[in-house]
């Protein structure tokens, strides 16, 4: 149980984690507002998909975030952009709070590497 | 060597197979999580200084285009199916309207809904309130308002009417004084009604309404579904986000 939380913690220090989480949080969102039954949501074109469409997307780039850090950078600044579209694609962005964590979690999984190392006591930087 | 090693593999059973495979595998799996634990140790990674001009460029993004909706000069799409809006608006102003009795699938089963359309609406003060129930939080109001303020009495204001094409209620109650109809058909058959030039057909014998100008004041819905297949422009938009449930009085005051 130990070990299985210590390597929980050593997936998520690996991984632009937090940034993601909050990507599919948002995106998550925006489909439960939008709330179409799947099958008349895409009988019903544009409009009654695009919450599935930018939410769908938005779960997408925070689970790629998650399981492929790699691409991290593009599918950060691609969440931020899939945010923006859904404001004015789904609901307001899901009344806003989509809009939100996408942005947050977006700019958290494009900014997500290593960090300068600080040494105790001096401001010195170590690459 | 290999020629009897390979030999000896044959002759293995499937179920000894298998359990080598899996041992093969557990073992890859093991140095992966090693190598994991490894690199989780070394060096410290997380969310840089540079995520908050990024978020500041997609905040300032928003407000830049929260901005251009409110000046009417982007339009949004705004769609939902189950989710319970009331919309209030002191007048709208109907060109080929049509209704009949329909039933709206939502993910809690069928509901008995009037379907009206709308080929072009203008309305005079918008305002939805839609109730969520949040985790923590309880029951949440979100009040949408556009337009003039929502509070009985049409002023039309040069800029702040509401325009929007091909729009779609699914309501279970509705409520107005309709002041000004024009051409009206009462119960034309739900299957050949139209809007203007295009179908909007219902359950072929069912109780139809179709009219070329339709116009009610103080209209008060319960609606299920708010469908555009145009958009609608929101001037003067604002998203208020309140504790509890929120009613008609609560439009106005901002």
Same mark, same amino acid.
């Given at each position: 149980m130990r070990r299985a939380w210590a390597v929980f913690t050593a997936w998520r220090r690996t991984r632009p984690f937090w940034g993601g989480a909050l990507l599919v949080l948002g995106g998550g969102w925006i489909v439960r507002l939008m709330s179409y039954p799947l099958l008349v949501a895409v009988s019903g074109g544009w409009n009654s998909s695009a919450g599935y469409i930018m939410g769908g997307a938005l779960i997408l780039f925070g689970l790629t975030a998650w399981f492929a850090p790699l691409y991290g950078q593009l599918v950060g600044i691609l969440g931020v952009l899939a945010a923006l579209a859904a404001f004015v694609g789904a609901n307001l962005g899901g009344l806003f709070l989509g809009t939100l964590l996408g942005i947050v979690g977006g700019s958290m999984v494009w900014s997500w590497g290593e960090k300068p190392v600080r040494l105790k006591g001096s401001r010195a930087r170590v690459a | 060597m290999t020629g009897t090693s390979s030999r000896a593999s044959r002759r293995l059973s499937p179920r000894e197979r298998v359990s080598r495979r899996t041992t093969v595998l557990r073992d890859r799996l093991e140095s992966r999580t090693d190598d994991m634990l490894a690199r989780s140790r070394s060096g410290r990674r997380g969310t840089r200084v540079r995520a908050l001009p990024m978020m500041g460029t997609g905040l300032a993004a928003v407000a830049a285009m929260f901005m251009l909706v409110s000046q009417s000069v982007l $339009?949004?799409?705004?769609?939902?199916?189950?989710? $319970?809006?009331?919309?209030?608006?002191?007048?709208?102003?109907g060109h080929y309207a049509a209704s009949y009795i329909n039933e709206q699938t939502t993910s809690s089963g069928k509901k008995a809904v009037?379907?009206?359309?709308?080929?072009?609406?203008?309305l005079n003060g918008f305002c939805a309130i839609t109730q969520q129930n949040l985790p923590a939080l309880g029951t949440v109001s979100v009040i949408i308002t556009a337009g003039e303020p929502v509070d009985g009495t049409t002023t039309a204001p040069a800029g702040q009417t509401i325009e929007a094409n091909w729009l779609y209620l699914a309501s279970d109650s509705l409520k107005g004084n309709g002041d000004q109809i024009a051409k009206m058909n009462l119960g034309q058959s739900a299957d050949t009604l139209m809007t203007d030039t295009t179908a909007f057909p219902g359950t072929p014998g069912g109780f139809g309404l179709q009219a070329e100008v339709m116009n009610i004041s103080k209209l008060d819905t319960a609606s299920y579904g708010i469908g555009l297949d145009g958009q609608i422009s929101l001037p003067n938009l604002k998203i208020r986000v309140l504790p509890g449930s929120r009613t008609y009085a609560d439009c106005v005051s901002s």
């Open positions: - | $339009a949004v799409n705004f769609t939902t199916s189950d989710t $319970a809006y009331r919309i209030y608006t002191d007048r709208v102003s009037v379907q009206f359309g709308f080929k072009a609406a203008s």
